[in-house]
């Protein structure tokens, strides 16, 4: 749970259990595995049980719904930050159902469900065709091979808002054949002690598709890598190349966040049919 996320793309995130498995290469360094490891919850992989919150938890929505009513800005809640809600358990089955309710009863917050499981959503959710306007439903995509897999699932849901989340961007990736069926774009590249750096020109044709098909474009972070150029030359020996690029490892918050001198944090229109 976190009122007020750092997360650039949301402003809360909550989360209805922690723990998943890995799915692709998006998974080999995961964050939220790492995190839950450090705070002595054994919750990943396949046999782990998984951890669970009480009412309390799962009352703070209803607190942030009741104060967005009447503002003129809709929070974005992220779902779930630290596992799939479409994990396909049926242990998790209860939990989902009470997601469900809490998101019908929460209509003054958009909720953001990115699953790395695009295939199983239209089996798990309970709405058919007539999905509440107030979710948004999203895909990873760190490669073309793994678009490939899983947009032709997204394209099909009929959610008010369809985004893919490129991050981390691991591979060239061209969404033209997509473009139909996306209302919003998310990239950035790995964070971390093990974080494989992107390529600018990865970023770039996503940014020059987006332009052209009127989609908005949210690059959230270089990550631990940036570009090799300018000052940054000086600020480390560490290096990577990456398609004739050399890439420099100088933190997170050295490399920042603007892509081609341009801080770019677009947010999607609502779809309602």
């Known amino acids: 749970m976190a009122k007020n996320s750092k997360i650039e793309w949301t402003t809360h995130t909550f989360n209805p259990w922690w723990g998943c498995v890995r799915m692709s290469p998006a998974c080999k360094f995961c964050y939220a595995e790492s995190w839950s490891k450090r705070l002595g919850q054994d919750v990943w992989g396949a046999h782990a049980d998984r951890r669970f919150f009480g009412d309390k938890h799962w ?74 306007t107030n979710v948004w439903l999203g895909t990873t995509a760190e490669n073309q091979e793994w678009a490939n897999k899983r947009l032709p699932s997204l394209a099909k849901i009929p959610a008010a808002v369809r985004f893919i989340s490129a991050e981390p961007l691991l591979g ?81 918050k050295a490399a920042g966040r603007l892509l081609d001198g341009t801080t770019w944090d677009g947010l999607p229109r609502i779809r309602l049919a």
Do not use: Y
């Not at 003129?72 to 209860?94: I, Q, Y």
């Not at 009127?214 to 000052?231: R, S």
């Open 59 to 132: 009352a703070e929505p209803l607190v942030w719904n009741r104060n967005a009513q009447g503002s003129k800005e809709r929070p974005r809640v992220f779902c779930a930050s630290m596992g799939d809600v479409f994990e396909d358990r049926a242990d998790l089955d209860t939990a989902r159902t009470r997601l469900w309710n809490l998101i019908e009863a929460t209509p003054a917050l958009d909720w953001l469900l990115l699953t790395k499981r695009p295939d199983l959503v239209l089996h798990s959710v309970p709405w058919g065709r007539n999905w509440p």
């Open 172 to 252: 060239p990736l061209s969404l033209a054949k997509w473009t139909h069926a996306i209302d919003w774009v998310i990239t950035g590249g790995e964070s971390g002690s093990k974080a494989r750096p992107s390529s600018p020109a990865w970023f770039r044709t996503l940014l020059n598709e987006c332009m052209a098909a009127d989609i908005p474009f949210h690059f959230k972070q270089w990550g631990d890598w940036a570009p090799g150029q300018g000052e940054n030359l000086a600020k480390t020996r560490a290096a990577s190349v990456v398609d004739g690029t050399t890439m420099l490892r100088i933190g997170k």
